[in-house]
């Protein structure tokens, strides 16, 4: 059922309308004040007007009501005994949809108006679609660009140099999805607590130290999320319709933070190889300095020699030497080697441009995120 909203002073026009359009609600008021009132607070379907009332006119009337906008879109009829073409014009200069003459057919008059309802229908029910789609798209719109906020933070991750860089990268990408979060990392010194907000309550770490017995992703409350994994567990404090994303932002950090942790090992391993080899080498050239005279006295000892000449013993400390340099090549080649692994993975450590930029452009945000141990 339609709402027809009557403006007329002539009550029993007002039981005419009635009688002609009973299977609409009609609301009825006897001056233009009283009219404008009711919107105030409602909005009915269609408005019936008339020109000549107490008080202000039916001109005057439309007029204000059309200042109102949540009637924009709802058909203003005039109906009237004016007849002439100026005062239709001037119905329609001021925002009347159709114009009838008093007396009226009422065939054609409850056609017309079922007509009007109908197209305005039809024009809520297109704004109704319009309006889905505009939705509809505004959110395939912020997911795609969550999703770039995030397939950037997977890429530029795994070229962080350390720990302090990605946590920085990751809090600044949290400020751009608009994510309030604690992130809880166990690193080699222990556990820490990370925070967007600029401090960690007490309750919150007893949740984070509980989080362990929970399932891998545990939501409670309308807005706060748990996220369980292997390198981090975070908290979520207005996780809302981010809950499919947040775990593909976790993935992304545990990848860049367990990269970070195994080159990190990798170095360390090849540093100690390093320091193990110099003293390798200089064990190999002391033995070797001792080999030569060992084994001359060596052969004397057993009767071989009686003694070695000195152009001998030059043969000798060649044949040595010889040997000696021969181990010393093998052990450069795999210093050579060394040095190519170091190349490659302080290429890896290398901050990408568009890194830097961050980087610069988030140090207030770093200032912000407060570590706990």
Same mark, same amino acid.
């Given at each position: 059922?339609?709402?027809?909203?009557?403006?007329?002073?002539?009550?029993?026009?007002?039981?005419?309308?009635? &009688?002609?359009?009973?299977?609409?609600?009609?609301?009825?008021?006897?001056?233009?004040?009283?009219?404008?009132?009711?919107?105030?607070?409602?909005?009915?379907?269609?408005?019936?007007?008339?020109?000549?009332?107490? +008080?202000?006119?039916?001109?005057?009337?439309?007029?204000?009501?059309?200042?109102?906008?949540?009637?924009?879109?709802?058909?203003?009829?005039?109906?009237?005994?004016?007849?002439?073409?100026?005062?239709?014009?001037?119905?329609? +200069?001021?925002?009347?949809?159709?114009?009838?003459?008093?007396?009226?057919?009422?065939?054609?008059?409850?056609?017309?108006?079922?007509?009007?309802?109908?197209?305005?229908?039809?024009?809520?029910?297109?704004?109704?679609?319009?309006?889905?789609?505009?939705?509809?798209?505004?959110?395939?719109?912020?997911?795609?660009?969550?999703?770039?906020?995030?397939?950037?933070?997977?890429?530029?991750?795994?070229?962080?140099?350390?720990?302090?860089?990605?946590?920085?990268?990751?809090?600044?990408?949290?400020?751009?999805?608009?994510?309030?979060?604690?992130?809880?990392?166990?690193?080699?010194?222990?556990?820490?607590?990370?925070?967007?907000?600029?401090?960690?309550?007490?309750?919150?770490?007893?949740?984070?130290?509980?989080?362990?017995?929970?399932?891998?992703?545990?939501?409670?409350?309308?807005?706060?999320?748990?996220?369980?994994?292997?390198?981090?567990?975070?908290?979520?404090?207005?996780?809302?319709?981010?809950?499919?994303?947040?775990?593909?932002?976790?993935? &992304?950090?545990?990848?860049?933070? &367990?990269?970070?942790?195994?080159?990190?090992?990798?170095?360390?391993?090849?540093?100690?190889?390093?320091?193990?080899?110099?003293?390798?080498?200089?064990?190999?050239?002391?033995?070797?300095?001792?080999?030569?005279?060992?084994?001359?006295?060596?052969?004397?000892?057993?009767?071989?020699?009686?003694?070695?000449?000195?152009?001998?013993?030059?043969?000798?400390?060649?044949?040595?030497?010889?040997?000696?340099?021969?181990?010393?090549?093998?052990?450069?080649?795999?210093?050579?080697?060394?040095?190519?692994?170091?190349?490659?993975?302080? &290429?890896?450590?290398?901050?990408?441009?568009?890194?830097?930029?961050?980087?610069?452009?988030?140090?207030?945000?770093?200032?912000?995120?407060?570590?706990?141990?």
């Amino acid at each position: 059922m339609n709402t027809i909203l009557l403006i007329d002073d002539d009550m029993i026009f007002h039981e005419m309308i009635k &009688a002609y359009l009973p299977e609409h609600q009609i609301i009825s008021t006897y001056s233009g004040e009283e009219g404008i009132e009711y919107t105030k607070d409602n909005c009915p379907d269609l408005i019936l007007v008339d020109i000549q009332m107490e +008080g202000i006119d039916g001109y005057e009337t439309t007029r204000q009501l059309r200042t109102n906008d949540a009637l924009n879109d709802t058909p203003i009829v005039f109906i009237s005994t004016l007849n002439s073409d100026e005062d239709r014009m001037k119905a329609y +200069g001021i925002g009347a949809y159709d114009y009838f003459s008093k007396p009226f057919n009422k065939t054609e008059f409850e056609s017309k108006i079922n007509q009007i309802l109908t197209y305005r229908e039809k024009i809520n029910s297109s704004k109704d679609q319009l309006n889905e789609s505009y939705q509809l798209f505004t959110h395939i719109q912020k997911n795609t660009s969550l999703h770039n906020h995030i397939s950037r933070f997977s890429q530029l991750g795994q070229h962080c140099p350390d720990i302090d860089t990605l946590l920085m990268l990751f809090f600044y990408t949290v400020k751009e999805i608009k994510v309030n979060c604690v992130l809880k990392i166990n690193d080699s010194e222990g556990i820490k607590l990370h925070s967007n907000s600029g401090k960690v309550s007490k309750l919150e770490n007893e949740i984070l130290e509980y989080a362990s017995k929970l399932d891998r992703i545990h939501q409670f409350g309308d807005q706060r999320a748990i996220f369980n994994w292997q390198h981090s567990v975070l908290l979520v404090k207005n996780v809302g319709d981010l809950i499919d994303l947040v775990p593909l932002l976790l993935d &992304a950090f545990d990848s860049a933070y &367990a990269s970070i942790v195994d080159r990190n090992k990798l170095l360390n391993n090849i540093h100690h190889l390093e320091s193990t080899k110099a003293t390798i080498k200089e064990d190999i050239k002391g033995l070797f300095s001792n080999l030569s005279g060992e084994l001359s006295d060596k052969l004397t000892t057993l009767g071989l020699i009686s003694s070695l000449d000195f152009d001998e013993e030059e043969q000798l400390r060649n044949l040595i030497d010889t040997y000696y340099q021969q181990i010393n090549n093998k052990l450069d080649t795999l210093d050579q080697s060394t040095i190519e692994v170091l190349n490659n993975i302080n &290429a890896l450590k290398e901050v990408p441009e568009e890194l830097q930029k961050i980087l610069i452009s988030s140090q207030q945000v770093n200032k912000d995120v407060l570590f706990f141990n």
